[in-house]
Structures are given as structure tokens and as C-alpha cells.
């Protein structure tokens, strides 16, 4: 047990850097989930079909770039985003760098489970809303947010958790974080405890 707490104090500084560079990426993450990854939800949501806006192409390129960023396997995006991560950040490697490729699937996940919690709004209240006259806005912030509201809360809180984990795999790829932190050295020594 003392091995293991003379690891633990030799290490010290490295897992708060690893650590701090996990809340950075999942720090950023979470708020381009929601501030992009709401607002897209509601479009897929709001042009569905036999929905109030529906448009079929703008759902369909927005569904099949949803689908295929949510079912690509995570470390193969990242390789594949390698030229717009240089493009947006100027690297490829590093906290900075993990945080664009998070932030892309954040967003996509964000928006498919915003869609979700919005189809489950009863039918009578978007009904109801257009009866009294409310605007799309007010439909939306007024009515299907508020309805939603603890399918949304519990989305965002599922997608946290994950992108935790998502992060970890931005170690493989230099990005730092929790995912780098396990250093041969770190392994080793606690083999030895």
C-alpha cells in the first residue's frame, strides 16, 4: 500500500496536468454540443416528416451527416479530420487538437438525441402552440424546449459521461489528457507495488 502512495505522490503533477487537460477538452466539447449541437437537433426535429417545416432534402443531408459521424468508429474520425483539425487549429496533436474532433462528435450526438427528446413532445402542445398563434420561436423556447426539458438535461448528462471517455482515446492520438497519462514508467511502477 505505501508503493502504491509513493506512485501515486511521484506522479502527482502529471495526473492533475493529464486531468486538467481532460476538463479542457471535454470544457469545450460540451459547449459546442450545445450551442451547435441544439440548434441542429431542432432543424432535424422541426423537418421531419409531417412536421411543421418539413423539408426533406435539408433533413436528409442533416440526418446522413449525423448518422455517419455518430457511427464511424471514434480513432478512425479522428485520423480522417487530421486536414481540418490543421486547418481550424493550425496542429494535429495536442489538447487543442482533440478538442476539435470531440466537439464534431459532440455535436452530432448532442443533435440526434435533442431530435429525440423533441419527438417525444406530445403531438396536442405543438398543436396547441400553433393555435394560439406562437411564432416558431416562441414554439420552440416556449413550448418544445420546455416540454423536453428533462430529456434534454438527461441527454447533455449521458453525452458528459461519454465524452469523458472519448477523451481518454485523444491520449492514442497525442492529445493529451487522462488517455496519455499512463506512461510506461507510471505502469511499471505499479506492477512493481
Given at each position: 500500500m505505501n508503493d502504491t502512495l509513493n506512485i501515486i505522490a511521484k506522479y502527482q503533477s502529471e495526473i492533475w496536468k493529464a486531468?486538467?487537460?481532460?476538463?479542457?477538452?471535454?470544457?469545450?466539447?460540451?459547449?459546442?454540443?450545445?450551442?451547435?449541437?441544439?440548434?441542429?437537433?431542432t432543424i432535424l426535429y422541426l423537418c421531419g416528416k409531417g412536421q411543421k417545416y418539413?423539408?426533406?432534402?435539408l433533413f436528409t443531408i442533416m440526418n446522413s451527416l449525423v448518422n455517419v459521424i455518430r457511427s464511424f468508429p471514434f480513432l478512425l474520425l479522428v485520423v480522417f479530420m487530421i486536414?481540418?483539425?490543421?486547418?481550424?487549429v493550425g496542429t494535429a496533436l495536442g489538447t487543442m487538437?482533440?478538442?476539435?474532433?470531440?466537439?464534431?462528435?459532440?455535436?452530432?450526438?448532442?443533435?440526434?438525441?435533442?431530435?429525440?427528446?423533441?419527438?417525444?413532445?406530445?403531438?396536442?402542445?405543438?398543436?396547441a402552440a400553433t393555435s394560439m398563434g406562437a411564432s416558431t420561436l416562441q414554439?420552440?423556447?416556449?413550448?418544445?424546449?420546455?416540454?423536453?426539458?428533462?430529456?434534454?438535461?438527461?441527454?447533455?448528462?449521458?453525452?458528459?459521461?461519454?465524452?469523458?471517455?472519448?477523451?481518454?482515446?485523444?491520449?492514442?492520438?497525442?492529445?493529451?489528457?487522462?488517455?496519455?497519462?499512463?506512461?510506461?514508467?507510471?505502469i511499471s511502477g505499479l506492477r512493481q507495488a
Amino acid at each position: 500500500m505505501n508503493d502504491t502512495l509513493n506512485i501515486i505522490a511521484k506522479y502527482q503533477s502529471e495526473i492533475w496536468k493529464a486531468i486538467g487537460e481532460t476538463f479542457i477538452m471535454v470544457g469545450i466539447s460540451i459547449p459546442a454540443a450545445v450551442l451547435l449541437g441544439l440548434p441542429a437537433g431542432t432543424i432535424l426535429y422541426l423537418c421531419g416528416k409531417g412536421q411543421k417545416y418539413e423539408n426533406r432534402l435539408l433533413f436528409t443531408i442533416m440526418n446522413s451527416l449525423v448518422n455517419v459521424i455518430r457511427s464511424f468508429p471514434f480513432l478512425l474520425l479522428v485520423v480522417f479530420m487530421i486536414p481540418f483539425t490543421r486547418l481550424v487549429v493550425g496542429t494535429a496533436l495536442g489538447t487543442m487538437a482533440a478538442t476539435v474532433h470531440l466537439s464534431v462528435v459532440a455535436i452530432a450526438y448532442c443533435s440526434r438525441l435533442v431530435e429525440q427528446s423533441l419527438l417525444e413532445v406530445p403531438r396536442g402542445v405543438i398543436e396547441a402552440a400553433t393555435s394560439m398563434g406562437a411564432s416558431t420561436l416562441q414554439l420552440i423556447f416556449k413550448f418544445l424546449y420546455v416540454e423536453a426539458r428533462s430529456g434534454l438535461v438527461l441527454g447533455l448528462t449521458t453525452s458528459t459521461i461519454s465524452f469523458i471517455s472519448y477523451s481518454t482515446v485523444m491520449g492514442i492520438v497525442g492529445g493529451g489528457g487522462v488517455g496519455d497519462f499512463p506512461s510506461a514508467t507510471a505502469i511499471s511502477g505499479l506492477r512493481q507495488a
